[in-house]
């Protein structure tokens, strides 16, 4: 069975790539989000899995998302396309 995948990448040319991955390897896209606000808005569509940019043009940063989907059972993958804003330790495995 497919995985609901939700994307959070405010680039556009990366989430295009993302959603194009996650499609050919047979998982469902069940939406794009480029801000916080558009990540919570899709929430009810009941995602399963949650590729999270690291870092967002309007401020808000893939742990915080990570924090507000988690709680609502959704596994979270923080994903960036420029390694140099990854935070110290966060290239760390971590468990909630």
Do not use: F, W
């Amino acid at each position: 069975m497919p995985l609901k995948v939700l994307i959070v990448e405010d680039e556009p040319i990366v989430a295009h790539d993302l959603k194009e991955i996650a499609e050919t390897s047979g998982q469902e896209v069940v939406g794009l989000a480029a801000r916080v606000s558009d990540a919570r808005s899709l929430a009810p569509l009941k995602p399963e899995l949650a590729l999270v940019d690291l870092n967002l043009k309007d401020g808000a940063t893939g742990p915080h998302i990570l924090a507000a989907l988690s709680r609502e059972d959704v596994t979270v993958v923080l994903v960036t396309a420029n390694l140099q804003h990854i935070p110290l330790g966060s290239a760390e495995p971590s468990a909630p």
